[in-house]
């Protein structure tokens, strides 16, 4: 049967990579399974080996529930007109969350019509590319399989999503990606993080791969329930509603704030909670928080509380009620460490050491009374164990301490044990420190690029500050170059040229202007200029010029960095012992002009070097940079799990003559 598929042109843009993340835009599907009352859902991921012919890890994606769903005399309300209010709350948009996932949906349903007194199956295709790119799309013809079936029959309703976006795609669409919380050893997780307490009350049962989700595999006990009053800024008392689950498997502490969806409490923003006094012992937890009171644009907000008076008062709130709690939960370890800054053998009483030093050794002495009760049976052995343990910190030899009190297991303490035997643990520290550090800017300026902390990045002269100090990212060979060697001269005889030949105008005509999000289109034209001494003769100028979010580089901004070098070349005020390397960056590059850059193998960015190799020309978008560097600083990264940046603490500590002004809190936010 041919039906069309209705929608409100105004939405059509909505639909697609509408969500934060291709898991999110997943969640929707299984909110809707909810809000059609199921009892059930099953979920089937066909994790297929990635071949040539199937190079993504994931071919197929099902979502079956057994909700009431949808009657054919239904089709038109229910599925097939689009931003309609089919739902309390929602925008009738939510079911196709599935092409953020993949090209190709095919929704199959049986349901049944109180009206008709009847049961009735359709299978309804839909193609992502029927759609096309025009939002004046008013009507799309489908060719669906319907029939009125003959007996009762049990309803449900099934969402195959197919054809999955590949890097072609997802490069240029980042949303469209496969995250990693689909991997076959993340799933269960994520699917338990999303929907806990449905799951662990028993409100709706989940199956992956028909292995059912149960709350035993991840909760420690019953959650803990508190209602707790807070009072906005304007005086009005609000219920907010914290629930405490004590996570098996994981360390952290997650904090998730939730908001009323379509009727479905959802996450709408997520925080770790870590403090220097939490107990070795406290293990990790899950914390969702729900005030239905509170406008939701609160929730998605939470992370500008420098901005919104009212959103930095709520988090103070959380914050607060979350140091009540495992303050309470930490009364076995602060008793501990009362008694132990008592004890005779206590190492600190007289002489001074670093405060993290103590707290380490506080740490261990604690796993240590936890499974021999040193301390609570005065055992005499602490005249040799606590000497040894601060020995243990001091001079770094963690073999035994790891493997015995901090159970590490066998392979990991021996990985490490020969690590010590061959190098020191100061450098391994040191350089850990570097690693982190690197991990830790690249968060950093990526956020004051493309998040919304961007928006109090106004000036100039503020981003240009935070790239002189992080020069690394354009190259490793510059991370030690200072402005205190430029030449002013040849810097001002840059600059001019750079008016001369560098001047643009974006137009849809050159197809050098891009459609990018309001939060960073504050950030202007940049030309930075830094050097390094190559050797007693030669130096090497690096030039970066930065073109607003709204420019891409189209053939015309080619030609003009092409001008560039070439005046360069020409001038005679142009010292000969000097190398000149231009990059170009924007935020996106258009068809024409990627064809005209070549690349290399080795360097896709590369694009032109002079005759007599004194100068190159390097075009390249922003997020290439940042994940180029990402990928090259992974194998450390994963395994010191860097912790979510906070912008105005480092800010402040690293760039502290920048008046950054204040974006950021004291929670730590991250993905959800």
Known sequence: MKRKLTTNSRLVNELFANYISTFAAFCELINNSLQAKAKNIWIDIDYTKPSELHPLVIKKIVIKDDGHGVHIDELEQKILDIGTANKEGGKGIGRFAAFQIGKQIEIETIGYSNQDKTYSKAIIPLSFDSFGRNINVTDVNIETK?????????????????????????????????????????????????YPLKIFNGDVNIYINNKQIFPSDFVIGEPIKKTLPYEDKKGKEHEIKFNFMQIKNIDKRKVFLTTLNAGIQTIATGFEYDAEWLSPKIGGWFVYISGDTLPSDMYRNIDLDGIDEEVKHYKAFIKNQLNEFFKEKNKEFDNFIDKLKDDEYYPYKETSSSKSKVMVFDKLAFLVEDKYNLLNEQNKLREIIYPLIDRTISNG?????????????????????????????????????????????????????????????????????????????????????????????????????????????????????????????????????????????????????LKAPKVKISPKELAQVMKYATEIEKSSQTPTNVRFKVLLVSSAINDDAAFQIKGEEDNPYFYFRSKNKNIEIWVMKWADIIENMKRKLKYMSAILEVKDVDVQEKASKDFEEIDFGRTSSTLKKVAI
């Open 146 to 194: 319907e029939e009125i079936l003959s007996k009762k029959q049990n309803t449900y309703y099934k969402v195959t999503v197919s054809n999955l976006y590949d890097t072609t795609v997802t490069e240029n669409e980042p949303k469209k990606k496969i995250i990693e919380k689909f991997l076959k050893e993340h799933i269960e997780d994520a699917i338990f993080e999303r």
């Open 397 to 545: 030899e963690f073999d035994q301490i790891l493997r015995s009190i901090l159970k590490l297991n066998n392979k990991m303490a021996s990985q490490f044990s020969c690590l010590l035997e061959r190098t020191e643990l100061d450098d391994i520290i040191e350089f850990s420190d570097k690693v982190s550090k690197k991990v830790e800017e690249l968060e950093f300026l990526e956020k004051i690029v493309y998040s919304e902390i961007s928006k109090n990045v106004k000036e100039r002269k503020e981003l240009h500050k935070f790239l002189e100090k992080m020069l690394w990212v354009f190259g490793e060979e510059y991370n030690d170059s200072t402005k205190l060697l430029s030449d002013k001269g040849l810097e001002g005889n840059l600059k001019q040229l750079r008016d001369d030949c560098l001047e643009y105008k974006a137009s849809k005509k050159d197809n050098n202007t891009s459609d990018v999000d309001k939060p960073i289109k504050s950030i202007t034209d940049l030309f930075m200029y830094s050097e390094k001494i190559i050797d007693l003769k030669h130096r090497e100028v690096l030039i970066v010029e």
